[in-house]
């Protein structure tokens, strides 16, 4: 066989495997934006916040003055996600899904490359492992990861073999560039402190180890963290240096939001262990612990099996302890949040950010052990089966080409509602000749996002820094309900994430869908604070009975076909 031959045969089942992700991808393909994509803090928060930076040519704009106005009655630039990122430029090129689903399909084929090329380097290194490495990769690129967030969880590969090649001395120029692509492409503060803390604890214990430094990783760690300084300047000068805006966070109260005692702990903790985190990828660890399991009973008795026994034990005491620390981390910070008020805003929890990739390690380095056949194969089906199966953005949009989407979940084209928010534009400019820039407005019963995608300028918002300032001066408009409701007050006091107007009546339903329609008797709210911030109309997805306790007029009713929401437009005289 000819050696040009011979060398690409290795590769071909890669080829199988992105030919897979490709078929499997096509589940989101649909006429006119009716697929479906994640909603909870994905469509109603993390989309809008680069479509808006764009909308309003502000995505590189950090100066300390800059404001984006669609949000929050303008809100600092600084405090929202910065503008050196792949999402945002795509942003910039195609409409939001086409951008999206073009962010995630690549999210998902980079993460496939790295987790291949990790194994075939470092894992699986036969050649007739090829298929098997090509099937975990497959298997970890489908996983139930939120990609807005880059390559956060699944571009950690490349991290792995990046620092091992440097550790070794080769391809260092590749290597830094994975480094830095992986520092552009994922989020600091959900993923990158982790990474970097990881990374350099695992470097200065291999000093500690072989009794000399090793430059490679410790340059590598140096270029990822520069990139992070780079892409993540506009956020580090606002917080660190200049102190723009004192953010909701440091008013976070984990004693309120928390349920305490042993047993919450311990369930708490348990989740983490055997499911993960929904952001991070959460999947049933089961094929990893089977595999765990046959490898310990199954490899070559003597040595090697007390070997491998042990470096499994210290994987799963490592990530049993770190389920336990996250398990318990919020009452943890409950007691020492008065002492240590910037534990309130930063959470360590995120650590789970890193457990998908060590549980894909704990089932890499138990099939190494298994002899190869229909066992190991049956345990890389198993997992890419698990990973699919509760990956709830392709299993709804599988249902969606069943016609059986539940009526719970719309698609994109259904939710944003284009030709619905857009009858309420076109009349509010007809009956007063006001320009949406001219006014504010806020949603009741639906997500802000979806007046912030049609153009509108929102008082009201779903992110995870704001200012401080801004929360305090919300509150007054909707104190009446949260009086109602202590639930809904520790929501918005011990949190506040969502800035959201609140009923009562409607408790967390931040979806109300246009049928059956629902209703609202009373509904205390504080037209003259909402007047105050510039609030003109509010955009209810849920009928007022009485708009007049509320100091509202009813301004129009609107629906549309094929919309998820039929919505009451009330002013605020």
Request: hydrophobic share 50%; net charge positive.
């Amino acid at each position: 066989m000819p050696a040009s031959a011979a060398s690409f045969l290795p590769a071909r089942p890669l080829w199988w495997s992105i030919g897979l992700l490709l078929l499997l991808s096509m589940a989101y393909l649909a006429p006119t934006g009716h697929t479906y994509i994640l909603i909870d803090d994905n469509l109603d928060t993390e989309l809008t916040v680069p479509y808006l930076l764009v909308q309003e040519g502000k995505a590189l704009d950090y100066r300390p003055t800059t404001r984006v106005e669609h949000l929050l009655n303008g809100i600092p630039r600084n405090a929202l996600r910065p503008g050196l990122q792949p999402l945002v430029g795509l942003l910039a090129l195609l409409p939001p899904l086409s951008a999206y689903l073009a962010h995630e399909l690549l999210v998902r084929l980079v993460g496939l490359l790295g987790m291949y090329g990790l194994l075939r380097r470092y894992g699986l290194r036969q050649p007739a492992e090829a298929g098997a490495c090509a099937a975990l990769a497959l298997a970890w690129a489908t996983l139930p990861a939120y990609t807005a967030y880059g390559v956060s969880v699944l571009g950690q590969p490349w991290v792995v073999w990046a620092l091992l090649n440097l550790r070794t001395g080769r391809r260092r120029a590749a290597s830094l560039g994975a480094l830095v692509a992986f520092g552009l492409w994922s989020s600091l503060v959900l993923a990158g402190v982790f990474v970097l803390a990881v990374a350099g604890g695992a470097v200065l214990v291999d000093a500690l180890r072989t009794r000399r430094i090793c430059w490679g990783p410790v340059l590598g760690l140096a270029a990822l963290t520069l990139t992070y300084l780079i892409v993540e300047y506009p956020l580090l000068y606002s917080l660190l240096l200049e102190r723009q805006f004192v953010p909701h966070r440091l008013e976070f109260d984990y004693a309120r939001l928390t349920p305490g005692g042993a047993g919450a702990g311990l369930l708490s903790a348990g989740r983490y262990l055997l499911l993960g985190q929904y952001h991070a990828g959460a999947f049933l660890r089961l094929a990893p612990l089977l595999a765990a399991g046959a490898a310990a009973v199954l490899a070559a008795p003597g040595p090697v099996r007390q070997r491998l026994r042990r470096r499994l034990a210290l994987v799963l005491v490592g990530l049993g302890g770190l389920a336990l620390f996250c398990g318990f981390y919020p009452q943890l910070v409950a007691g020492l949040q008065q002492a240590l008020p910037p534990l309130r805003a930063f959470n360590l929890t995120r650590f789970h950010f890193l457990t998908p990739l060590l549980w894909f390690g704990v089932l890499v380095l138990s099939l190494r052990h298994l002899p190869a056949g229909r066992a190991r194969g049956a345990l890389i089906g198993l997992q890419l089966l698990i990973g699919l199966g509760m990956n709830t953005e392709w299993t709804r949009n599988v249902q969606r080409l069943l016609n059986r989407l539940p009526a719970s979940e719309p698609t994109y084209a259904a939710y944003v509602a284009p030709r619905l928010l857009g009858l309420v534009q076109q009349d509010i400019r007809r009956r007063t000749g006001q320009e949406p820039k001219d006014y504010r407005v806020a949603s009741l019963g639906l997500p802000p996002a979806v007046a912030s995608f049609n153009g509108f300028y929102t008082l009201d918002a779903y992110l995870n820094n704001y200012p401080l300032s801004y929360k305090h001066a919300f509150r007054p408009v909707i104190a009446g309900e949260l009086a109602k409701s202590p639930a809904l007050a520790t929501y918005f006091d011990a949190w506040g994430n969502r800035c959201y107007l609140f009923s009562a009546e409607l408790g967390k339903n931040f979806r109300v869908a246009a049928l059956p329609e629902r209703r609202i008797q009373h509904w205390a709210f504080n037209a003259a604070a909402f007047r105050q911030l510039g609030g003109r109309y509010v955009l209810s997805a849920a009928r007022l009975v009485r708009p007049q306790e509320s100091g509202l007029q009813l301004f129009g009713h609107y629906t549309s076909t094929g919309a998820y929401w039929q919505l009451w437009v009330y002013a605020a005289e």
